[in-house]
């Protein structure tokens, strides 16, 4: 196993890329979806359930972390991996894109920003070094520097100021973080919608220097055709021998877009909170499992899925649970939405290797144009 932070493309096919990410803990498969486990958990799923999907990384929240239980009694009982019970290598993200939703109750200076818990209205404080200590804290594998997400629509003027504060906060950031050696540090462009914006920040972390790279502010309001826009070009202001990681995304379509404009890493909640409101992802789409059509369908959810909810249950019996309101109904949901998820990672992964990702995406959109055609 690795002893420190590596990153290594195996194949391209476009601008997409496969690869393999090592880390002490383990490899991550290139291209990436990281479960997202925001307190310490992937919710309704057990963490050796997460793995047996396919999940080689998950992402943890320091915002949420750091309220409840805390970084330091996380420290104290041996840190995150331990705490939960995950072995395999830890994203976390540093705060700042939770404290944005904060806005009503946060006050933002060059310092850091000030704001009280949604959970209880005490006051706390992040700055960069403040969230560089709490990833140290919980021993997180990748640690993402702390930066300031504006929502979208903005100005120009608006994302210009928040992106310059971040950049300064990205280099606070690295300097917190020193040196740790099988532990990498992320920086993150933000920059908006704007081209010259973004390759400004591009630029601004290519000359601090770091392990990989996010593309954030983006998932934020924008819409997808402007997402893409920005992906277009976006990538190719960073290194290509570093993980190009793109923050909060998403969507299946989402997925397959940003793989075809070079994203190597992506993570969501969507998957496991659409298990736990009845929805399932197949190839097909989103199929709702409270709607009555399915409540005497004996067939399972997709057929030939490997995950417990398609081998042992049927589409009438999700319905059931479902409606039901019993637990088994988010666990089996859950569950077969990471399986598909990962799964359809695997398939990009595999098509990059071949050379064949356009043929690969032709028939992940024509299936998708067809709907789930069965029960209609």
């Known amino acids: 196993m690795a002893q420190r932070f590596e990153f290594r493309l195996t194949a391209t096919d476009g601008k997409a890329r496969s690869g393999v990410i090592s880390t ?20 309704a799923m057990l963490p050796g359930s997460v793995r047996a999907t396919g999940a080689d990384i998950l992402l943890g929240n320091t915002y949420h972390l750091m309220l409840r239980p805390t970084a330091e009694r996380i420290a104290h009982l041996g840190g995150l991996h331990r ?15 939770q404290v944005m939703s904060l806005a009503a109750l ?22 960069p070094e403040r969230s560089m200590e709490i990833q ?40 917190a973080f020193g040196d740790r050696p099988g532990h990498a540090l992320f920086g993150i462009m ?29 998932a934020v309001g924008e819409g997808q055709e402007a997402m893409f826009g920005v992906l277009d070009y976006a990538p190719g202001f960073l ?56 409540k005497d369908d004996p067939r399972p959810l997709v057929e030939g899925c490997g995950c417990p909810a398609c081998q042992g ?7 059931h649970v479902i409606k039901s309101d019993e637990i088994i109904g988010s666990m089996l949901l859950t569950w077969h939405n990471l399986h598909y998820y990962q799964d359809l990672m695997q398939g990009l992964r595999d098509a990059v290797e071949a050379g064949r990702l356009a043929a690969f995406v032709a028939a992940f959109h024509a299936l998708r144009a067809q709907g789930d055609i069965e029960t209609v």
């Open 313 to 319: 249950y049927s589409r009438a019996y999700l319905h």
């Open 24 to 43: 002490p803990r383990g490899d991550i498969r290139t291209p990436a979806f990281m479960p997202v486990g925001t307190a310490g958990t992937v919710k």
């Open 190 to 218: 933000q920059g908006g919608v704007t081209r010259d914006l973004r390759e400004e920040s591009a630029a601004a972390l290519r000359d601090i220097g770091f392990d990989g790279y996010a593309v954030g502010g983006l």
């Open 83 to 97: 705490f939960m019970n995950w072995d395999r290598p830890i994203l976390t993200d540093s705060g700042g894109f």
């Open 239 to 294: 290194p290509e021998d570093r993980p190009r990681y793109l923050m909060g995304v998403g969507k299946p379509d989402d997925i397959v877009g940003a793989v075809e404009r070079g994203i190597d890493m992506m993570d969501c909640v969507l998957p496991s909170r659409s298990g736990r409101t009845g929805q399932g992802w197949t190839p097909r789409g989103q199929v709702n499992l409270r709607n009555a059509r399915h």
């Open 136 to 175: 140290r804290l919980l021993g997180s594998d990748i640690v993402m520097c702390f930066d300031e997400c504006p929502a979208l629509p903005a100005t120009d003027a608006e994302v210009a100021t928040s992106m310059r504060l971040s950049m300064r906060w990205a280099q606070r950031s690295r300097d």
């Open 106 to 127: 946060r006050k933002l200076t060059e310092d850091g920003v000030t704001f009280k818990s949604h959970i209880d209205g005490s006051s706390h404080s992040l700055s």
